[in-house]
Structures are given as structure tokens and as C-alpha cells.
């Protein structure tokens, strides 16, 4: 088994495409729209299956906000440097809610930002080559 993908409801499907492309450096892989039942897929991600997990955002169409609920927690990105990242992404437009630095209690660099839905991301800073790079 391995994981395919994490699927997160939108308010704005262009939107949250940019954010996810143009702040977060991640490609569209593909999009669908299903009018029957009136929704649209767009998957996005650093690459695509099988080599990494991906990123569904659907949006249903006239639905601009929802819940967030108390049970999600994050989505993890893996980065060469967590201080460089957030400099781009607050440059590219982004919402970095936690800055670059140390864990509580411990030494791992990680950043948190939110994405226009108000989605949490993590940003865990990892040496070159090491599995889960996500930002570029």
C-alpha cells in the first residue's frame, strides 16, 4: 500500500490552485470537471504518482467556505532550508503564520503557513537528498 493523495475542499479553485502553483512551487497535474454533479478536481503536487502523494483540491461548485473543524491538523512539506522558504512565500503573496526555527523541545527547523482556505502547512526543514523534499 502507499499514499495516493489528500484531498482538501475549496472555497475558489482558481485560488487555491495559485497558491498551491505560484507560492507553493508545486505543478497541476490534471483537473476535471464533473457537471452532473457539480464539482471540479484539480490534483496538485511536486510530482505525480507514483513517484509522490498529491494534493486534491475539489471544489463543489457554490460553496465559497467551510469548516474547519477541530480534527484536522496539517499537511507537511519537507525543504532544504525553512528560513529561505518563507521569505518566498511571504515574497509570492503567502501567509506564514509560524516563522522559520527551532521545535519546541527540540532542534528540527519548521515553519507553519496557511493557505487561502485556511488550510495549515508545515515546512520541516531536511538535508539535501532527503526523502520528503517538497519546496523548491
Known sequence: MRLLHTMLRVGNLQRAIDFYTQVLGMQLLRTSENPEYKYSLAFVGYEGNPAQAEIELT???????????????????????AYAACEKIKAAGGNVTREAGPVKGGSTVIAFVTDPDGYKIELIQRKEGAEGGGLR
Open 59 to 81: 471544489y463543489n461548485w457554490g460553496t465559497e467556505t467551510y469548516e474547519m473543524g477541530t480534527a484536522y491538523g496539517h499537511i507537511a512539506l519537507g525543504v532544504p532550508d
